[in-house]
C-alpha cells in the first residue's frame, strides 16, 4: 500500500460544472504530482506541487489548477467541464528528486 | 515534442510463454521507470534503470536499459496469470520537474491460463 489516499473514487459530473478532486499523500513526500490518464493511454501530467507551490505544468489549459496544503493533502481543480475531461485522475507523490511516484487509486470522472 | 513509445500495443500469451515489450524515447533519459497497472487499477512502480546498459531482475521479470539510454525492454519469463496487466514505461521530460514523467501508452498483456 502506496500511502496515497484520493477521493472521491468515482465522479459524474456534467458539461460545464466544476470538480474539485482531493488527495492525500504519504507523510514527508513534499511532491505532489496530478496525472490524467484517458482510457487505452498512459498518464498524462498535468502539474506538479511542491512545498505548496507550483513548480512544473503539463499541455493543459488555466482551467486546470491546483492547490496543496501544509498536511500534505492537495486539490485538483477543473472549471468549465468538457466532455473529454473524462478520465482517471491519478495524484502520485514522491519523496525526492527522481524518485519513483507512488499513485493513489485515482478518481473516475465522467462528463456527460 | 518528447515522445516514449511502447511496442506491442497488446500481447495475449498462453500462460507459461514468456513476454516482451519494448520502450523508445525519443531523447536520451536521465533514467527510465517501469510501472504495472492491473485492470482497474493504478500504476505501481516496478523498477528504476538509471546506467547506460544496465540490466535489471525481479524474479521472472528482467529489465534493460540500453547502451544509448533512448531503450529499455521488460522481459517476463513464463507468465502466469498474476502477471495480467498494462506495462509502461515512463522517463523524466526534458527540463521538467521531477514529477513530471512522460509516459508510453502501455503493452497490455493477457494470459491465457
Known amino acids: 500500500e502506496t500511502g496515497v489516499t484520493q477521493s472521491p473514487t468515482h465522479l459524474i459530473k456534467t458539461r460545464g460544472q466544476q470538480v474539485t478532486l482531493r488527495c492525500s499523500s504519504q507523510?514527508?513526500?513534499?511532491?505532489v504530482s496530478w496525472y490524467q490518464q484517458a482510457l487505452g493511454q498512459g498518464p498524462q501530467f498535468i502539474f506538479q506541487?511542491?512545498?505548496?507551490?507550483?513548480?512544473g505544468r503539463g499541455n493543459f489549459p488555466p482551467r486546470f489548477s491546483g492547490l496543496q496544503f501544509p498536511n500534505y493533502s492537495s486539490e485538483l481543480n477543473v472549471n468549465a467541464l468538457e466532455l473529454d475531461d473524462s478520465a482517471l485522475y491519478l495524484c502520485?507523490?514522491?519523496?525526492?528528486?527522481?524518485?519513483?511516484?507512488?499513485f493513489g487509486n485515482g478518481t473516475r470522472l465522467t462528463v456527460t | 515534442g518528447q515522445q516514449v513509445m511502447q511496442i506491442p500495443q497488446y500481447q495475449h500469451v498462453q500462460e507459461g510463454e514468456d513476454f516482451t515489450t519494448y520502450c523508445n524515447s525519443s531523447?536520451?533519459?536521465?533514467?527510465i521507470q517501469w510501472y504495472k497497472q492491473r485492470p482497474g487499477g493504478h500504476p505501481v512502480f516496478l523498477i528504476q534503470?538509471?546506467?547506460?546498459?544496465e540490466v535489471k531482475k525481479q524474479k521472472r521479470l528482467t529489465f534493460q536499459f540500453g547502451e544509448a539510454k533512448k531503450n529499455s525492454s521488460l522481459h517476463i519469463t513464463a507468465t502466469q496469470t498474476t502477471d495480467v496487466g498494462t506495462y509502461f514505461c515512463a522517463g523524466p521530460a526534458y527540463g521538467g520537474s521531477q514529477g513530471n514523467l512522460i509516459f508510453g501508452k502501455g503493452t497490455k498483456l493477457s494470459v491465457k491460463p
Open positions: 506541487y511542491y512545498r505548496e507551490e507550483e513548480n
Open positions: 507523510s514527508g513526500h513534499n511532491t
Open positions: 502520485a507523490s514522491s519523496l525526492q528528486e527522481n524518485s519513483p511516484l507512488h
Open positions: 534503470l538509471v546506467k547506460s546498459g
Open positions: 531523447t536520451t533519459l536521465s533514467n
